[in-house]
């Protein structure tokens, strides 16, 4: 799941996303279904069936498996102990498991690179030499100099499940924060280290969650957010309310932490200081929920008591503040512009009628945009692959930076006294590659690329559209080798998101490449409910049209199979968080459409989703139970509440963590428990349940080959597909 904060994701570390699969027969007679050949009919752990009977709106829903919800209970544990035992003792018995992570850990061992920001001539980045569990965060005085380590966090926990979860740095480049997490939770500890000496400060900040900080221009301190200190046994589970903008002045304790804004009649905003660089302003960031719709405050920093003023606060769209020329305030807006553009606000005359535009909307989306120099860097999305345009201050066009394929680019930074900039560029079949890009000339140049273990020129990926089942027109990438044969038979593995505005666009996997060497089909179709296409598209798979995203998807399966790229037996479907939720809803929907189902920290059970740490802020993208109308339409999809008793499923690997504290681990647990006593064929329904590991963030490079490995050799078995290439 998004965080409650779309608008600075590019700052935070965290990750994002992952893979679907899809199949055919009739739910009830299939003849078809395939019983591994690794193992006998499974006998799965007993799962008290509880009482539980809750009324939403005069309707009458039993929960039998709420107790699963307490993770830490002596119950709860000994079921994870016996679901964990019948998970492993199954994989153990895939002769071919062993040589996939192999390959794998083969594929993975490259060095590669995380984009690099530079302060008063210093430059930071991640790297990572290809196996570590964690990137090491670098700095070094030039472009040419030797990169020195600031920080490794490999040397703060033995498994390496400790992990930088973000970093800034200081105007000047001296000082840097960093925030840590452990066990892949989202609360996160701060602190304050000295880039010369690489010795932290005594700065010591806790209970931050979903912030970004923000130094002022003087590099005395910074702005950042955080929540009060929460039941210790219970932080995990706990909802999120009333996040607090406070100031740190570098070397007092955080008990003398300023407080700058809160709002105790409003307990779901989140606000996400940014600091303007001339020193000027604070300008505040705030959310409600995962929404893009968002509100924009101000408070002047070079007047004493100023007051906080509200300059955008009726949450009408997206505002992103991209810099100012004293009190000309420059936003990326998609205000009666679905697909987005640039304007300028004059803060010190913000009627609606002194508004100015810059940029129009295009016909194309803009994913982000950046105001580095004096130009206006704006990467679009055209049919969900990037195109980059540069423009000066007065909007006018100054050209199209030629990327090197159909791909993504990554967020660039940079300051007002910037002449340079970095990006980076990745497609299904290439590693993220760093580009510099001078503002003076405009010329693109190659800063790193990375090489790992397989040969790009044996793929291909192709963009298609296919009709969903109102009628609207999807694209769809597909990747595989060349020369494929459409003789119904290749194994598909089916990926897809579809929620909270965010845009699936051409990205690297090893895990795809394995995919394709083992003679798969990739395809990752751009559902509604993203952002592909801007705002129109996001809400058309909301609320009460987020069927129309699992019929996105369906037409997707449909599609393949009509196609003859694949057939029900060979298809898969995989997604992560909303995208868990996706499987689960079409799932269950559908079950004889999928050969196979890895639904990853899913959002299963949708009428108590908003019970537990930051799912309330999904309410923009979902609806609530709480509200009659928006209930009848998730009960009518919910995962959990549309598992029927005695219908044949698919083979269903779900995958979970004990420690995910923003889609707590009951959901995953009380969906298992379900459909493993729904299931009446001989299909396999396992749960693999990940210990000291959260939602995916900071998750090490060990533990991500482990899942991976278990999710092929899961589908390899099942879908009777051929062993890993030996290299």
Request: charged share 20%; glycine share 8%; net charge negative.
């Amino acid at each position: 799941m998004p965080t409650a904060v779309n608008s600075i994701r590019h700052r935070l570390v965290y990750l994002f996303i992952a893979l679907l699969l899809l199949m055919l027969s009739d739910p009830l007679t299939r003849a078809d279904d395939p019983t591994p050949s690794s193992a006998a009919p499974l006998i799965y752990p007993q799962a008290r069936r509880g009482d539980q009977v809750d009324d939403y709106h005069g309707v009458k829903i039993a929960d039998p498996y709420r107790w699963l919800e307490d993770v830490d209970s002596a119950e709860t544990r000994a079921w994870v102990t016996a679901e964990n035992r019948l998970t492993f003792g199954f994989l153990e018995k895939i002769p071919q498991r062993e040589a996939i992570r192999k390959r794998l850990t083969a594929l993975q061992n490259y060095t590669r690179y995380g984009v690099p920001m530079q302060h008063a001539g210093r430059y930071f980045f991640i790297k990572n030499d290809g196996l570590q569990n964690q990137s090491v965060l670098y700095w070094a005085s030039s472009l040419t100099a030797e990169p020195q380590v600031l920080l490794d966090p490999n040397t703060l926990s033995a498994n390496g499940t400790i992990a930088l979860a973000r970093f800034n740095v200081s105007f000047d480049g001296k000082l840097l924060d960093y925030g840590l997490s452990s066990a892949g939770s989202d609360w996160q500890t701060l602190h304050v280290r000295d880039v010369a000496s690489g010795k932290d400060l005594p700065d010591d900040l806790r209970w931050i969650k979903f912030s970004a900080t923000a130094w002022t221009p003087d590099n005395k301190g910074f702005f950042y957010s955080r929540y009060d200190e929460p039941n210790e046994a219970t932080k995990l589970l706990d909802t999120n309310y009333y996040q607090k903008l406070f100031y740190h002045r570098i070397g007092t304790p955080q008990s003398d932490d300023r407080l700058i804004y809160q709002r105790q009649d409003q307990k779901e905003w989140e606000f996400y200081g940014i600091a303007s660089e001339d020193g000027r302003y604070l300008i505040i960031d705030v959310e409600h929920g995962t929404g893009p719709q968002n509100a924009v405050f101000y408070k002047r920093l070079d007047q004493p008591d100023a007051k906080v003023i509200e300059l955008l606060p009726n949450f009408d769209a997206e505002y992103r503040f991209l810099g100012n020329d004293g009190s000309v305030f420059y936003f990326r807006t998609d205000l009666n512009a679905p697909l987005g553009r640039i304007i300028a606000i004059d803060v010190d005359h913000p009627e609606k009628t002194n508004w100015r535009q810059l940029i129009p909307e295009s016909s194309d989306a803009i994913d982000f945009a950046a105001l580095i120099g004096n130009s206006f860097l704006i990467s679009y999305l055209h049919d969900a692959h990037a195109v980059m345009k540069v423009f000066d201050l007065a909007g006018h066009p100054q050209g199209t930076v030629e990327l090197p394929g159909l791909g993504s680019v990554s967020a660039f930074e940079g300051l007002r006294t910037d002449r340079e900039t970095f990006f980076g560029f990745t497609s299904f079949t290439t590693p993220q590659i760093i580009y510099r890009y001078t503002l003076d000339d405009g010329k693109l140049s190659l800063f790193r690329r990375p090489q790992a273990d397989f040969n790009p020129d044996d793929y291909e990926t192709r963009q298609v559209f296919y009709t969903s089942r109102d009628g609207t027109h999807v694209p769809m990438f597909i990747s595989a080798k060349k020369g494929l044969e459409l003789n119904g038979g290749n194994p598909t593995l089916l990926y897809g998101y579809g929620g909270f505005n965010i845009s699936l666009t051409p990205v690297f996997s090893v895990a795809d490449i394995l995919w394709m060497e083992m003679g798969g089909v990739c395809a990752q179709p751009n559902l509604r409910g993203g952002g592909e296409y801007g705002r129109v598209w996001h809400e058309a798979g909301i609320k009460l049209k987020k069927q129309n995203v699992f019929d996105d998807f369906i037409a997707a399966a449909q599609w393949l199979i009509d196609q003859k790229y694949t057939s029900t037996p060979k298809l898969a479907i995989s997604g992560r968080s909303n995208g868990g939720l996706l499987v689960g809803a079409c799932l269950t929907q559908r079950p004889d459409l999928f050969g196979a189902a890895l639904p990853g920290v899913g959002v299963m059970d949708m009428l108590r989703f908003h019970k537990f740490t930051i799912g309330w802020g999904w309410v923009s993208d979902y609806g609530s139970a709480d509200n009659a109308e928006e209930f009848a339409a998730l009960w009518a999809y919910s995962p959990l509440h549309n598992i029927k008793p005695g219908t044949y499923y698919p083979p269903t690997l779900i995958t979970t963590a004990d420690h995910d504290d923003r889609v707590v681990p009951g959901h995953s647990f009380k969906f298992a428990a379900a459909l493993q006593a729904a299931q009446a064929g001989p299909a396999p329904i396992l749960i693999r349940i990940e210990t000291e590991a959260g939602h995916g963030a900071g998750k090490p490079t060990a533990k991500i080959i482990d899942e991976q490995s278990d999710e092929f050799a899961f589908l390899i078995d099942v879908l009777k597909m051929k062993s890993p290439p030996t290299h």
